[in-house]
């Protein structure tokens, strides 16, 4: 056998593109854990007795395909508008009470739709 150059050592793999490839994991999973952070209900929890009850019943019934007032069914866009007779002021409370059927993607529509148009003070029951 003949040997013209000297036999070079054997290299072991490099780890450099491996530590690449972690650093992109990295960074991909920092930038993908913030996306879920902007929806977030602002909720008010009160503590102690229960102020004394204003104003005519509102009873916001969700279902999964309607909404009822107070037991009759109205339209999600005419919502805020058939609650406003009933608020004695702006900071009167609301109960949203989710039947059977209603997931909390509807749930959460109901109060960002009532949020935008002004009754902030929900209840949310059982």
Known sequence: ??????????????????????????????????????????LRIAAGGAAEWQGPPRLVEIGAADLRLNGVVVEEDGLAAALRPLLPGDDAPVILRASDGADLARLTQVIDRLARSGIRNVVLVE
Request: hydrophobic letters at 60%; proline letters at 10%; glycine letters at 8%.
């Open 1 to 42: 056998m003949f040997a013209f150059a000297p036999a070079r050592r054997r290299r072991g793999p490099s780890l450099t593109p491996m530590i690449d490839v972690v650093f992109l994991l990295l960074v991909f999973f920092m930038l993908a854990a913030r996306f879920g952070i902007d929806g977030a209900i602002p």
